[in-house]
């Protein structure tokens, strides 16, 4: 059924709903509209009110055109965010660089080492990074899960003092690969595992660099309008959730083909 047919309700409400308004906003000098009386109030508002009742399914062809224009407004809105935030998105203070550092695509994700299908996607993460040899990779923490969250985070971007490049990458796929929920307690005992001065890992915990690289991560996610975990960035796509392999390849080929996700 066409939008248009919304059209007799909804100038029929504007006018109940302007009448008054429309009368008080009149120039001086000139006639004012006679008011509506109860009557030919209760009339109007009759109309519309039994015009609704049979045709209901106008008020959802209402609801759907409005979320139509709602995802189009946030797709808009998160266009300009990536156009805004690129260069802290490729680099910035908290992220962990896999892949080939020099990729000529950069695929972001943002994670929670708590989230369970962030644990299910990093199967098919690896899957692509084995694949594509060009592939730049940028891991950002973005603990959404509690308190928990948080502290493995911290232990995580502290460790980036002592490990980096496949090593550092090793960490992370460790601490994501963890069974039960991750604390801080579970990151430093997988420092402790990998060889890490785990002292030097808790007193660098509590340094600027590492609450400004979690506020940096968070206040990132909340500019691009995330609202969980995981959520892929590559080019001009963001694709949430654990989508599998051949969603992510399939958008890297666009961008590496024509700099968009679709050609």
């Known amino acids: 059924m066409p939008l248009t047919r919304l059209m007799p309700a909804l100038a029929l409400t504007g006018l109940v709903a302007l009448a008054a308004p429309a009368r008080a906003q009149a120039p001086a000098g000139a006639q004012a509209a006679a008011p509506f009386s109860d009557a030919q109030r209760q009339a109007v508002e009759g109309i519309i009110k039994d015009y609704l009742l049979k045709n209901p399914e106008i008020l959802q062809e209402a609801m759907t055109e409005l979320e139509k224009r709602q995802q189009e407004a946030q797709k808009q809105a998160q266009a300009s965010a990536l156009k805004d935030s690129r260069d802290t998105l490729h680099g910035g203070l908290g992220g962990i660089v896999a892949g080939n550092p020099n990729g000529d695509v950069t695929l972001v994700e943002f994670f929670d080492y708590n989230c369970g299908y962030c644990k299910r996607a990093l199967a098919d993460l690896q899957t692509v990074m084995k694949a594509d040899p060009k592939l730049k990779v940028v891991l950002k923490d973005f603990p959404v899960l509690g308190p928990e969250s948080v ?28 069974r039960g929920r991750v604390n801080g307690e579970r990151a430093l005992a997988v420092a402790r595992e990998m060889g890490l001065d785990v002292a ?12 400004a690289a979690l506020q940096e991560n968070v206040g990132l996610g909340d500019k691009l309008g995330l609202s969980g975990t995981p959520a892929f960035i590559i080019g001009d796509e963001i694709i949430p959730g654990a989508v599998g392999a051949e969603p992510i390849r399939k958008t890297i080929a666009g961008v590496r083909q024509c700099g968009h996700a679709t050609c």
């Open 151 to 178: 502290e493995a985070s911290k232990v995580a971007l502290a460790v980036k003092a002592q490990l980096k490049g496949d090593r550092l990458f090793e960490y992370h796929t460790r601490l994501l690969e963890s």
């Open 200 to 211: 030097r890992v808790q007193k660098d915990m509590q340094a600027p660099e590492v609450q």
